[in-house]
């Protein structure tokens, strides 16, 4: 059994990116499952003990219905002087497919930045390389399979780069992205996108797109370290590996230290979500050591998978298979099933 952390807050390495400023390499995630607004407090309370902590990187989407949570944590962690001031956080938050529309960009991030009581947020992702069809509502998280179109990338993408000339977000990027859809887009961005969001964990290892992010001076970002258990496209095959086990009890730590800094270890940003506040400090303490030559052997050696993403899927969508939201690129896995 691994020792919790400290009560003291701890110093999270930062990575500069493309544009805006460095990204803390350990965040905390805000999403529940089912996406419930009526969440937002249990959410306020975890940030605002995660800030403690000293986690200064936090992750929402217009889709969780965590924003206002977190815009009200943040203001009460300000107004209480844990942290002078809101600069001293780096927020990321993602445009939803249904808004992912040529002339709704600008909107959506307008909308977020007032749940968020913010006047910019560090990192403004698209969350999925498709959109869904245009609806009466604004804002609705409810995905229809068959409402599922192709993503006008050069032009939503256009209204992403006028976000970021107007100061609203300070870096743009993308999230779900392999790397032919990096290349397409890179072929008509004026502004680089800064970062690309996926999940990445010892199961997941994405080697291809971490290298080709690199080439091009683009920031991993894992999100599902720990395999997404819980969420909808993930599974706990990694947090019932027994290799994985092993190496946890051969370091003294948790399987879910060992994740994170295999994460870590290769250079990417890492995203956790846990609003229990000794896994929280557990899962900052991964600075401090590292993993052997043999550990990274046996993790290299793990068959490949990947996430559930079905939801992207449709016979009528742009995307008929999950091997096609990845244009193949994980080409050894099975798309693991929900549990």
Same mark, same amino acid.
């Given at each position: 059994?691994?020792?919790?952390?400290?009560?003291?807050?701890?110093?999270?390495?930062?990575?500069?990116?493309?544009?805006?400023?460095?990204?803390?390499?350990?965040?905390?995630?805000?999403?529940?499952?089912?996406?419930?607004?009526?969440?937002?407090?249990?959410?306020?309370?975890?940030?605002?003990?995660?800030?403690?902590?000293?986690?200064?990187? *936090?992750?929402?989407?217009?889709?969780?219905?965590?924003?206002? %949570?977190?815009?009200?944590?943040? %203001?009460?962690?300000?107004?209480?002087?844990?942290?002078?001031?809101?600069?001293?956080?780096?927020?990321?938050?993602?445009?939803?497919?249904?808004?992912?529309?040529?002339?709704?960009?600008?909107?959506?991030?307008?909308?977020?930045?007032?749940?968020?009581?913010?006047?910019?947020?560090?990192?403004?992702?698209?969350?999925?390389?498709?959109?869904?069809?245009?609806?009466?509502?604004?804002?609705?998280?409810?995905?229809?399979?068959?409402?599922?179109?192709?993503?006008?990338?050069?032009?939503?993408?256009?209204?992403?780069?006028?976000?970021?000339?107007?100061?609203?977000?300070? %870096?743009?990027?993308?999230?779900?992205?392999?790397?032919?859809?990096?290349?397409?887009?890179?072929?008509?961005?004026?502004?680089?996108?800064?970062?690309?969001?996926?999940?990445?964990?010892?199961? @997941?290892?994405?080697?291809?797109?971490?290298? *080709?992010?690199?080439?091009?001076?683009?920031?991993? @970002?894992?999100?599902?370290?720990?395999?997404?258990?819980?969420?909808?496209?993930?599974?706990?095959?990694?947090?019932?590996?027994?290799?994985?086990?092993?190496?946890?009890?051969?370091?003294?730590?948790?399987?879910?230290?060992?994740?994170?800094?295999?994460?870590?270890?290769?250079?990417? @940003?890492?995203?956790?979500?846990? *609003?229990?506040?000794?896994?929280?400090?557990?899962?900052?303490?991964?600075?401090?050591?590292?993993?052997?030559?043999?550990?990274?052997?046996?993790?290299?050696?793990?068959?490949?998978?990947?996430?559930?993403?079905? *939801?992207?899927?449709?016979?009528?969508?742009?995307?008929?298979?999950?091997?096609?939201?990845?244009?193949?690129?994980?080409?050894?896995?099975?798309?693991?099933?929900?549990?």
């Amino acid at each position: 059994m691994a020792a919790s952390g400290t009560d003291q807050a701890v110093a999270v390495p930062a990575v500069p990116l493309s544009s805006g400023k460095p990204m803390p390499r350990v965040g905390m995630g805000t999403a529940s499952f089912p996406f419930e607004e009526r969440e937002g407090h249990v959410v306020r309370e975890a940030v605002l003990r995660a800030i403690d902590a000293g986690y200064r990187h *936090f992750d929402t989407a217009a889709v969780y219905r965590s924003e206002r %949570a977190l815009g009200d944590a943040v %203001a009460e962690a300000v107004r209480t002087g844990t942290v002078a001031s809101r600069d001293d956080l780096y927020i990321t938050s993602k445009l939803w497919m249904a808004d992912a529309h040529p002339g709704h960009v600008l909107p959506a991030l307008n909308k977020t930045l007032q749940n968020l009581q913010m006047e910019y947020v560090d990192l403004y992702l698209i969350h999925n390389p498709v959109s869904l069809r245009l609806r009466p509502v604004a804002g609705d998280s409810v995905v229809e399979k068959a409402d599922l179109v192709a993503l006008d990338m050069k032009g939503v993408w256009e209204e992403m780069e006028e976000c970021h000339r107007r100061g609203l977000a300070k %870096a743009i990027g993308v999230s779900n992205f392999s790397c032919k859809k990096l290349e397409h887009l890179l072929s008509f961005a004026i502004i680089c996108p800064a970062a690309n969001q996926v999940e990445v964990h010892p199961y @997941c290892r994405q080697n291809k797109l971490r290298e *080709f992010c690199k080439e091009k001076g683009i920031q991993l @970002c894992g999100y599902s370290p720990l395999g997404g258990k819980g969420a909808p496209w993930g599974n706990n095959s990694v947090m019932d590996c027994p290799v994985l086990k092993q190496i946890a009890q051969d370091r003294g730590k948790t399987v879910a230290q060992v994740c994170m800094r295999w994460v870590y270890e290769q250079g990417d @940003c890492v995203i956790t979500k846990t *609003f229990n506040e000794q896994r929280m400090r557990e899962n900052l303490s991964i600075f401090n050591w590292e993993l052997t030559e043999e550990d990274c052997r046996k993790i290299s050696s793990l068959p490949e998978s990947r996430g559930n993403y079905d *939801f992207l899927v449709h016979e009528s969508g742009p995307f008929k298979t999950v091997d096609e939201v990845w244009d193949g690129e994980i080409v050894a896995g099975q798309c693991n099933p929900k549990v």
